[in-house]
Nanobody, 126 residues
Framework: QVQVAESGGDSVQAGGSLKLSCTASGLNFGGFAVGWFRQAPGQMREGVSCIQWNGVSTYYTDSVKGRFTISRDNAKNTLFLQMNNLKPEDTAMYYC???????????????????WGQGTQVTVSS
């Protein structure tokens, strides 16, 4: 049974930090690019960050560059997103997903990712 589970979401003050984790079972993360998306109420799901299969290359949407860091531990089938200097506009449900490719295809699109978690809520108050 395939399961993808995010954790680490919380409510924080602006300027705070959170670290999201995503663990997969019954599914190999190691040979594929994996990424983080987010969706705020009433808005489309947007790509936040992606890391290629071996962790060498990463991508960030402009609004999070310099504040978020994506990383992966293939041995543990786990993906991380370190989020620093959080802003109210970062408030959203954050989703982890596995790509169909070893590379991060840009721009990030949900159609390129075929396994998704249920999401973890991040709320940033001013």
């Amino acid at each position: 049974q395939v399961q993808v589970a995010e954790s680490g979401g919380d409510s924080v003050q602006a300027g705070g930090s959170l670290k999201l984790s995503c663990t997969a079972s019954g599914l190999n993360f190691g040979g594929f690019a994996v990424g983080w998306f987010r969706q705020a109420p009433g808005q489309m799901r947007e790509g936040v960050s992606c890391i290629q299969w071996n962790g060498v290359s990463t991508y960030y949407t402009d609004s999070v560059k310099g504040r978020f860091t994506i990383s992966r531990d293939n041995a543990k089938n786990t993906l991380f997103l370190q989020m620093n200097n959080l802003k109210p506009e970062d408030t959203a449900m954050y989703y982890c997903a596995r790509s169909q490719s070893i590379w991060c295809r840009l721009p990030l699109s949900t159609v390129d990712f075929n396994y998704w978690g249920q999401g973890t809520q991040v709320t940033v108050s001013s």
